[in-house]
């Protein structure tokens, strides 16, 4: 008996070891690596036609962030930018994101990123990539702001009531912040708007004004093909200290976006 004991320890221990390197064996190759995407590729978004559920997010400045949503169009993903401006008095949304459902985690990141209330929506245009978020905007009692023609082309389209009043009020003081809307004319609606931020020196194009990889113009359903470089021209020309210009989809960039979107439309075959 006194030399069972330490065998029969000895002979535990040993399957106790066996075990313990056959489980780190195991689940050492056996482990099933998380998929390498990126969520910012958008040649793969769009390959894919991989549907992102979340916004993505990218700061200009400390108190200016684009707000990246996502939708389809023609059965394929693409993207669209939305900006919030941060002040003292709250933040400032220019545009909806594509979704509701995005549009509500818009209000959550607001309020746990930035701790901050949404003070107001300024809406570009009657389109869904715009504005689908509006009836969100009205559940929390948050004014929503556009042209007279927007509000009018808004309500035949079903995308939901706005207050008209940029018309006339064309400028808003933020306390430290302020933001102006300027109508250019007709482009790639009758109604779009951009968005001008004096403060920050950006400048918030819409869907008016093209990315710098856009190889074409993208919906035309609606667009005045003639009108719409001479539109960008005056954006271009009351606008030209425009440090950060930021389209409706795709990549921000300068001022060289205006011209860009310009070039587009005065090629032949556009």
């Known amino acids: 008996m006194q030399f069972s004991l330490p065998f029969i320890i000895r002979f535990q221990l040993l399957i106790f070891y066996f075990c313990l390197g056959f489980s780190f064996y195991h ?8 998929p390498n995407i990126n ?4 040649t793969q978004i769009l390959d894919s036609n991989v549907f992102p559920s979340h916004l993505e997010w990218s700061k200009i400045k400390e108190t200016v962030w684009i707000h990246r ?36 985690e818009l209000f959550s990141d607001i309020k746990t990123k930035f701790q901050k209330e949404v003070l107001f929506l300024l809406v570009t245009h009657a389109h869904d990539d715009r504005m689908a978020g509006v009836p969100l905007f009205h559940n929390r009692n948050i004014p929503v702001y556009s042209t007279s023609l927007t509000a009018k082309l808004a309500k035949e389209r079903g995308l939901g009531k706005t207050n008209p009043i940029l018309d006339i009020q064309t400028r808003f003081s933020l306390g430290q912040e302020s933001v102006e809307v300027f109508f250019p004319g007709h482009g790639h609606s009758a109604d779009n708007i951009v968005v001008w931020l004096p403060g ?17 113009l993208g919906n035309t359903k609606e667009a ?4 719409w470089p001479n539109s960008v021209k005056r954006v271009l020309s009351r606008y030209p200290d425009a440090e950060v210009v930021v389209p409706g989809h795709g990549d921000w960039g300068k001022l060289d976006l205006l011209r860009h979107t310009i070039r ?3 090629t032949p075959n556009h």
């Open 69 to 104: 949503s996502f939708g389809t169009f023609g059965g394929k993903v693409y993207s669209a930018n939305g900006l919030v401006v941060l002040s003292n008095k709250g933040a400032v949304v220019i545009d909806t994101p594509w979704t509701e459902s995005q549009t509500e």
């Open 264 to 266: 587009l439309l005065v």
């Open 39 to 42: 969520p910012k590729d958008q």
């Open 200 to 216: 920050t020196h950006i400048l918030f194009g819409g869907c008016l004004v093209k990315s710098l990889d856009a190889e074409d």
């Open 27 to 34: 689940c050492h190759f056996e482990k099933i690596p998380e």
């Open 224 to 227: 005045d093909l003639n009108e």
